[in-house]
């Protein structure tokens, strides 16, 4: 599994080798996540269903690439021997230079070789191999480059290539630099941006319109064949990735119906590993392919096993609390997986059996209560914002905390923009117009 894989095994810190004492820079897995998003959208093999030779060496080339950033993170371990890896590239737009020929299928066939020695190091060859932009990295760099300032003497240390102003000027690349210290110096205010970017997110709603009623009717026909009781998304893909994801469920089960079946009574959740969540909804990796989402079919009975276990516990702890419900709330952040969630349960559980409390045992009946943190804040603020504003969505990307959104939905309301009346609004740390229409806005937008 490419992300899910990904995220289970990269993790902050680092580690040294025995013989030079280098240190191993690693990624947090939202970091890691984001950074590698582009590659996997130009990539993944779902987008080449009518180029079976591309679909295959692409396949190939992920697992691979997700073989040695698996080496990478186990303790221990010494460096991975360097790895020849081909990949044929859509044209997603977010090319740094336009100088590579595309073949006649529409592609680019890209080939380089991993030799990285950490998480951080491989990330940005991959981006750079394909000619994808890293300006997406540069808060992760930032980072980086001050940790390296306090390393002690003899080791290893990031230093970012710093260009000359005319390299700018004769490629016609950007400048981060100067773009960075133009945002600082001309940081919109709210209502002044939704003026100027009103009619644009407008306008792409509008176009939006075929894409979101393909997606109703794939969602819909899905739905039916297999028995779902629902299908679902972790996370603000645009539409148009959203069927690509439908259509690659519906390939499988055209290809594999016996596989499916397993399914039926299910709600499905396309998020960033495959599994299932808390809530007992069978998640989907978005990164993975055909035969890890059949791998995880064959597993769902030991996963259905975890679920019953995790109500059993959920009543002795109430048991235990004279009566009180323990209950989960499905946060809008990443899926909380089902195992993590009984090791939360089977911890508290043990902790309160040499306790012997002296409750009666419907002493608290009626009462409820999470292990999580409680969002019931945050929601009521949502659904206020949803009525108040006139708004056909409000969302946030999963790194905004509750915190952060608690006081941006405040502010929103007492802004009471006309510009917003009809829009989907999305919270995230920056401002733009995303291909759908729907408008990002930072959480500490400035009034």
């Known amino acids: 599994m490419y992300v899910s894989t990904f995220q289970r095994y990269v993790r902050l810190g680092g580690r040294c080798a025995s013989a030079r004492m280098v240190q191993r820079r690693n990624l947090s897995g939202a970091d890691a996540v984001n950074a590698l998003r582009p590659f996997y959208f130009a990539v993944h093999p779902d987008f080449f269903g009518q180029h079976p030779r591309e679909r295959e060496v692409n396949e190939n080339s992920l697992k691979r690439l997700n073989g040695y950033l698996e080496y990478l993170q186990k303790p221990g371990a010494r460096y991975p021997k360097p790895a020849n890896l081909t990949f044929y590239v859509r044209d997603t737009k977010e090319r740094a230079d336009s100088s590579d020929s595309l073949l006649a299928s529409g592609f680019r066939s890209v080939t380089f070789t991993l030799q990285s020695k950490d998480v951080l190091s491989t990330v940005l060859d991959v981006l750079r191999s394909c000619s994808l932009s890293v300006e997406h990295m540069q808060d992760v760099l930032k980072a980086e480059t001050g940790k390296s300032s306090t390393q002690q003497p003899g080791t290893a ?38 003026r100027n970017n009103e009619p644009e997110a407008t306008k792409k709603q509008n176009a939006s ?29 645009g539409f148009s990735h959203k069927c690509s994801q439908l259509q690659s469920l519906g390939r499988l089960f055209t290809q594999s119906p016996e596989a499916l079946h397993i399914l039926r009574g299910h709600t499905i959740v396309f998020t960033d590993q495959s599994g299932m969540n808390a809530s007992g909804h069978v998640m989907l990796g978005t990164m993975d392919v055909h035969h890890q989402w ?16 995790s109500d059993w516990l959920k009543e002795r702890i109430s048991h235990l609390l004279g009566g009180i419900q323990v209950i989960h709330i499905e946060r809008m952040g990443p899926a909380l997986p089902l195992e993590e969630h009984y090791s939360t349960l089977n911890t508290f559980h043990k902790r309160l059996l040499p306790q012997r409390l002296s409750l009666h045992p419907r002493s608290m009946q009626g009462l409820t209560m999470s292990l999580e943190k409680l969002e019931a804040e945050e929601e009521d603020l949502i659904s206020s914002c949803l009525q108040d504003l006139s708004l056909r969505s409000l969302s946030k990307e999963p790194s905004v905390s509750s915190s952060q959104m608690i006081p941006c939905c405040r502010r929103l309301m007492e802004e009471r923009s006309p510009q917003m009346q009809g829009l989907h609004l999305y919270i995230s740390h920056f401002y733009s117009v995303m291909q759908d229409g729907d408008l990002c806005i930072p959480w500490d937008w400035k009034g």
């Open 157 to 194: 240390f990031y230093r970012p290539i710093k260009w000359d102003k005319t390299y700018y000027t004769f490629t016609g690349f950007r400048d981060p630099e100067q773009e960075l210290e133009q945002a600082r110096r001309v940081e919109p205010t709210l209502s002044l941006w939704l």
């Open 209 to 237: 319109v075929p894409r979101r009623e393909e997606l109703k009717r794939l969602k819909r026909e899905l739905i039916q064949k297999l028995g779902l009781l629902d299908i679902r998304w972790q996370r603000r893909w």
């Open 294 to 309: 059949t791998k995880l079919f064959e597993r769902l009975l030991s996963y259905r096993s975890l679920f019953q276990h």
